[in-house]
C-alpha cells in the first residue's frame, strides 16, 4: 500500500502571502489539524496548524501565513510505502503530513492521515480488532481537566505535553473532551502575537467550550468497536469507563494503529 492509494489529493492548502486569518477561517471550516502552505508554484513551504493561528486575536489582522507558519517536520513522497510514512509520523507524533512529488520534488500533491491507514486495517478486518481495550489504551500520565478550569490554562498545558485534547472530569467521571478545535472555534482568549499586554480578563471556563457528550466505552468492548466510532465520527480519541462510568484511560488514532501493525 503507497501513500498515493489512501491520501487525500483535494485537501486545502494557503497560499504563503495570504493573511493569517484566512487560515484560521479555513482550519475552523473544514475542521483541520494542520493546513499546508505554498507558494505560486504549489511548492510546499510549511504548515500553519491550530496552535499557530489560536494565537491571532483580532479578525482583521494584517499578520501574513508566512509569520505564523511552521517549518514542516516531515512530507511524504507519494510513493512511500504508507507503513513506513505512517511510522515516521508516529514517530514524530504528527497525524497529518504533506504529501509531495517525491523526496526531491517538494511540489505539494495533498495530505496523508493516519485515519487513512486505518481505515484500511480496519476494512481488512484484522483478528487483532478483537481484542480488549484495556491492552491498548493510555492509562498513566493522563492529561486531565475540571469544567471550571479556565481555558487559557489548559491549552497551556496541552501546548507542553503535545496533546490535541483533554478529557473533562468530574469526580471521577469523564463528562466532556476540550480539544484544540473547541478553542480555536471558541475565540476564547490567548497570548497574542500582536500585543505584549497581559490578559486583563480571565479565559472561559471549559465547561462553556467542551464537546458534549462525550463518546466512551468500557474496558470489555473490544478495538474494532473503538475504530468504527473514530472513522463514523470523525474523533481522535475515546475515553475509556470502568463499569461505574469512572475514567481509566484514552485510545487515541495512534494507539488503535501501533496495535495493528506491531
Known amino acids: 500500500m503507497l501513500v498515493r492509494e489512501v491520501m487525500d489529493p483535494n485537501y486545502p492548502s494557503i497560499y504563503v502571502e495570504e493573511l493569517a486569518t484566512k487560515a484560521r477561517a479555513t482550519l475552523r471550516e473544514f475542521r483541520l489539524r494542520m493546513l499546508p502552505v505554498v507558494d505560486e508554484h504549489k511548492l510546499l513551504l510549511g504548515v500553519v496548524s491550530r496552535n499557530d493561528v489560536m494565537t491571532i486575536s483580532s479578525s482583521v489582522s494584517v499578520i501574513r501565513v508566512r509569520g505564523i507558519m511552521s517549518e514542516v517536520r ?69 492529561l486531565l481537566c475540571s469544567p471550571n478550569d479556565e481555558a487559557d490554562n489548559v491549552w497551556q498545558k496541552m501546548k507542553k505535553r503535545g496533546f490535541a485534547a483533554c478529557p473533562v472530569t468530574s469526580k471521577g467521571k469523564p463528562v466532556g473532551m476540550l ?15 500582536e500585543s505584549a499586554k497581559p490578559k486583563s480578563k480571565k479565559s472561559a471556563p471549559i465547561f462553556t467550550l467542551m464537546t458534549t457528550p462525550i463518546v466512551s466505552l468500557k474496558s470489555k468492548d473490544k478495538l474494532g468497536r473503538a475504530v468504527q466510532l473514530m472513522l463514523q465520527r470523525n474523533i481522535g480519541r475515546i475515553a475509556i469507563v470502568d463499569d461505574k462510568g469512572l475514567l481509566i484511560g484514552i485510545v487515541d488514532r495512534e494507539d488503535v494503529l501501533k496495535a495493528l501493525i506491531k
Open 179 to 193: 480539544s484544540e478545535q473547541d478553542l480555536l472555534e471558541s475565540g476564547a482568549n490567548f497570548p497574542r502575537l
Open 74 to 142: 516531515f512530507a511524504a513522497p507519494i510513493d512511500m510505502d504508507a507503513v513506513g510514512a505512517m511510522n515516521e509520523m508516529m514517530r514524530l507524533d504528527e497525524w497529518y503530513v504533506p504529501v509531495v512529488k517525491s523526496a526531491q520534488d517538494d511540489e505539494y500533491l495533498g495530505v496523508f492521515g493516519l485515519e487513512h491507514v486505518l481505515k484500511k486495517l480496519y476494512e481488512k478486518g484484522q483478528s487483532k480488532l478483537n481484542r480488549s481495550l484495556p491492552d491498548f489504551m493510555t492509562s498513566k500520565n493522563l
